[in-house]
């Protein structure tokens, strides 16, 4: 079945630094794909939506400078989380839509700014 | 507007007994599709079953159905033989066909499987 593959699946790293997140179909064209943030015990919230070669569509109160998201191809789209802070600690998890609007999710990406 | 709403944070079954998860939602948008999804405590998402608004059957998929009542607006997840594998957290999710693309999930439910 049709993967998508999100890398890396756990990072670290210093509060004010920058985190890119990888978002990948490996055997499909994903035309859009969705960003997705999750706090401990809650559910998935949508961050955004990229469409390949667009700009991302962001949801209400999310900073689009904060998140900077590029899907470039039709199989990579990617999150960058700018001058982290403990509080943009979260599970990522991105999903990619094919052709034929079906949806799959990635494993996710464990973020912890310290 | 399109919601979810999951009202058990939390539920306890005996190893091999069956559990129903409920799950409400609300949408305007005349075509749409339910979706339940397994969260282990990896992260990861994993898709277990699916019912069309417009299907005339509930689905099922090995020990996963969904007990489906258009009117009452609810999709119930019901799992069969529950085995300790099946503890993990499990959302409730739809896509609107006409207004909308995007998923909306519910808030989840915790299942424990107790040996």
């Known amino acids: 079945g049709a993967v998508v593959s999100q890398h890396p699946s756990r990072v670290i790293c210093k509060s004010g630094t920058s985190v890119k997140i990888e978002c990948r179909s490996l055997d499909f064209q994903a035309t859009t794909m969705f960003w997705y943030r999750q706090f401990p015990k809650q559910s998935l919230m949508l961050m955004a939506t990229?469409?390949?070669?667009?700009?991302?569509?962001?949801e209400q109160g999310v900073e689009k400078d904060k998140f900077l998201i590029n899907h470039a191809s039709l199989t990579l789209s990617t999150l960058t989380v700018t001058s982290a802070h403990p509080e943009d600690s979260s599970f990522y998890i991105c999903?990619?839509?094919?052709?034929?609007?079906?949806?799959?999710f990635g494993e996710g990406s464990w973020l912890t700014v310290v | 507007a399109q919601k979810i709403t999951q009202t058990q944070p939390g539920m306890f079954v005996q190893e091999k007994e069956a559990v129903t998860l409920d799950c409400t939602y609300d949408?305007?948008?005349?075509?749409?599709?339910l979706f339940w999804y397994k969260q282990p405590s990896s992260g990861e998402m994993i898709f277990l079953i699916y019912?069309?608004?417009?299907?005339?059957q509930n689905a099922t998929e090995g020990r996963y159905s969904l007990n489906f009542q258009k009117a009452r607006k609810s999709a119930n997840l019901v799992i069969s033989a529950s085995q300790l594998g099946d503890s993990a957290m499990y959302f409730c999710?739809?896509?609107?066909?006409?207004?909308?693309?995007?998923?909306?999930f519910g808030p989840g439910t915790r299942l424990s499987v107790l040996p």
């Open positions: 990229s469409n390949e070669g667009s700009k991302a569509t962001y």
């Open positions: 999710a739809m896509r609107g066909y006409n207004y909308g693309q995007n998923f909306v």
């Open positions: 999903s990619g839509r094919n052709s034929g609007n079906t949806i799959y």
């Open positions: 949408t305007s948008d005349p075509s749409y599709g």
């Open positions: 019912q069309g608004s417009y299907d005339q």
